[in-house]
């Protein structure tokens, strides 16, 4: 049934995206309030000023002027990139807790340096995205690599999600290449960020026109995506969510 805020309401019919974009420029306010402080030993992490290239938007705008610059058709080739996380992680079990044992293979990811510097060194991609995908099962009968016993991949935690960052950002700094951007689908809360709180699809909480909800999601979103390092979002999502569980 269609939810009567939608029901020939002579609320603005253009509501819905104005709280949409209210949503976001309320994000971005968040953004500045919830972003950690500098540190240099973690790699530009949490640095306001794009990942410890600057002190100011003032010094960011000139390096960044100095870096395009210096950058040849293949250099900017490289920043047009977005690249999927999986492309650069390496797997390793995860010991199992003694009386935590429930049948399966605990898998963790983790970014290969080698493979980091060949991406974002030595080719300059740009930027990177997602968060590690789930392991699926094989075809009936066909082992998984886990021996007898099923393989899950653990999803990231914010401090593994920084950790990648560092990682990916200090093989990024050593080539002398641009800053890369993190992005992740942050719809409806940082939903793949293990331990972050999920709220409604943007959609649905325009039709409740309900500001205090849309802020509030908003603003989860943004502490549990920043809290991870993660410098871009998609998001809103326009569409229409038929995934009754948001």
């Known amino acids: 049934s269609v939810p009567p805020t939608m029901r020939g309401s002579s609320r603005c019919p253009f509501f819905p995206l104005v709280l949409f974009f209210f949503t976001v420029s309320r994000g971005i306010c968040l953004a ?29 705008s000139t390096a960044a002027s100095i870096l395009l610059s210096s950058m040849s058709l293949g250099d900017m080739a490289g920043q047009m990139s977005l690249v999927h996380i999986d492309t650069v992680l390496e797997e390793y079990e995860i010991p199992t807790t003694s009386g935590a044992d429930d049948g399966y293979v605990d898998i963790g990811t983790r970014v290969n340096r080698t493979t980091a510097d060949a ?13 590690p995908s789930p392991l699926r099962p094989p075809p009936p009968g066909v082992p998984d690599g886990g021996g007898p016993r099923p393989r899950r991949r653990i999803p990231w935690s914010s401090d593994e999600y920084r950790a990648a960052i560092v990682i990916i950002s200090s093989a990024a700094r050593a080539a002398g290449r641009a800053p890369v951007l993190y992005a992740l689908d942050t719809t409806h809360g940082a939903g793949y960020v293990a331990g972050s709180v999920l709220t409604p699809q943007p959609l649905h909480v325009a039709a409740s026109f309900d500001k205090a909800h849309a802020y509030a999601a908003g603003a989860m979103g943004a502490k549990y995506s920043l809290g991870a390092g993660v410098q871009w979002i998609f998001a809103p999502v326009l569409g229409l969510g038929t995934d009754y569980r948001w």
């Open 119 to 131: 991406l974002f060194g030595t080719l300059g991609a740009g930027a990177v995205f997602g968060q």
């Open 32 to 60: 500045k309030k919830y972003a950690p402080p500098y540190n240099p030993a973690s790699g530009g992490v949490g640095d306001r000023s794009h990942g410890g290239y600057g002190s100011s938007e003032e010094s960011a």
